[in-house]
């Protein structure tokens, strides 16, 4: 499994703590709330003299955070990333250079403070010490942590499975956002994207438990036994992880990161600064999550469907929004809105073919709309094949369409 601390010395120290944590004990003070959908990215780039170049072009590929600890670690690099996020309108999680709780920098642009990544069970306690010294000094913002995969050996998560790894987190550590990395192998001869969306369904299961929301990592670029994916592949894990409800899609890597594990480089940004295929890619993805944003913050999931290939999907649609479905390979997501209506994302869980489904829903059509992903607002429904018998939608490889409907 990748390290994703590569080449990259923590400076957090965690100090032994006296106290014993309570599970789901409460800290004192207003906690983060989460105003945007969260595009963001590991490996922040440079902070040198093209910096407020290298921003605005952050900015333009549609992304809404930024992540720091690699291109800005100094007290001085931290300030001048806080000052050009505020300038391109990003939110930042900003490394926390060595300061103490009261004088980490504090600002509308600052959601938070990268505390750890993948931690073991046994630092829990710990951990918690360091979040509520800076809940108290810093009340409001998002002390962040992220957590393995469920690929991860019992020995690095420091509990005998990885749903009681996940679940003593939250309520030990008590933090305001999961999150967590997985990067599945989408090959024919490799093919693991059922654990990634057991993954999914453990952050789901946990994150309602707590009412809070769930952010993942997901992979961009070649590393190890990983491939460089497809613009298809990226839309197939992002729009999977809105299926499972998650209010954050977090790239690795934005800019290539150096060291031996990396020799294939090809994140969205290269070492030289130019740019990849993936950050056209991104862009394009990006711009849609933006436009979806507002509506998947506004959805509690209420369950996940899968619909396998060469099945009858009746027994799978049962207690959806979908009434019938013609077989395919389908993800369907379903939410209740803030507002009391129902939502379904429909995901084309094959990352190489358009899907065609002819849908009906428990409704009329005319009573069903759509989220446009194009520019954010609600719909009517077309039939993109008028022409046939019943409702078609085509869905591109890999990616999704979120509908709402009125209370039954």
Excluded at 102 to 120: H, Q, T
Excluded at 162 to 180: K, P
Excluded at 286 to 314: C, Q, W, Y
Excluded at 372 to 393: F, H, N, R, W, Y
Aim: with cysteine; proline share 7%; hydrophobic share 35%.
């Amino acid at each position: 499994m990748r390290n994703k601390r590569f080449s990259h010395v923590w400076s957090i120290v965690l100090a032994v703590v006296a106290f014993v944590v309570t599970p789901g004990r409460s800290f004192a003070g207003p906690g983060f709330v989460q105003d945007r959908f969260a595009i963001g990215f590991w490996v922040d780039p440079p902070m040198d003299d093209r910096a407020d170049e290298r921003y605005k072009e952050i900015a333009e590929a549609n992304f809404t955070l930024v992540i720091g600890g690699f291109g800005a670690r100094t007290p001085e690099t931290v300030k001048r990333q806080i000052e050009l996020c505020e300038k391109y309108g990003l939110k930042c999680l900003v490394w926390r250079a060595d300061l103490p709780a009261e004088k980490l920098p504090d600002s509308p642009a600052v959601w938070g403070y990268m505390i750890r990544d993948e931690p073991n069970a046994k630092d829990f306690p710990a951990l918690r010490d360091v979040c509520d010294k800076i809940r108290a000094a810093r009340p409001g913002k998002l002390c962040y942590i992220n957590l393995f995969p469920n690929y991860a050996n019992e020995e690095q998560l420091g509990t005998k499975t990885y749903d009681e790894h996940v679940r003593r987190f939250l309520d030990e550590v008590g933090v305001r956002v999961l999150s967590m990395d997985h990067y599945p192998l989408l090959r024919p001869d490799r093919d693991n994207r059922a654990g990634y969306c057991r993954n999914l369904e453990t952050m789901r299961v946990e994150s309602l438990r707590k009412g809070v929301p769930h952010w993942n990592f997901f992979n961009t670029m070649p590393f190890g036994s990983q491939d460089d994916p497809t613009e298809a592949q990226l839309c197939w894990q992002i729009y999977t992880s809105l299926a499972y409800g998650s209010k954050g899609v977090l790239y690795f890597c934005y800019y290539t990161p150096a060291g031996g594990e990396f020799p294939k480089g090809g994140a969205i940004i290269r070492r030289d600064g130019r740019r990849t295929r993936h950050y056209d890619q991104a862009r394009r993805i990006n711009a849609e999550l933006k436009n979806l944003g507002s509506t998947l913050m506004k959805l509690t999931s209420t369950g996940v469907r899968k619909v396998d290939p060469g099945s009858d999907p009746a027994g799978q649609i049962t207690g959806t929004p979908i009434k019938s479905l013609t077989k395919g390979d389908y993800l369907i997501g379903t939410f209740k809105h803030a507002d009391g209506r129902r939502a379904v994302l429909l995901n084309n869980y094959h990352f190489a073919y358009t899907a065609w489904p002819t849908v009906e829903f428990d409704v009329e059509a005319s009573r069903v709309v759509e989220v446009c992903p194009v520019t954010g607002k609600e719909i009517g429904l077309l039939d993109d094949s008028p022409a046939m018998p019943g409702l078609q939608l085509s869905i591109d490889a890999g990616r999704g369409r979120l509908f709402l409907l009125p209370v039954k």
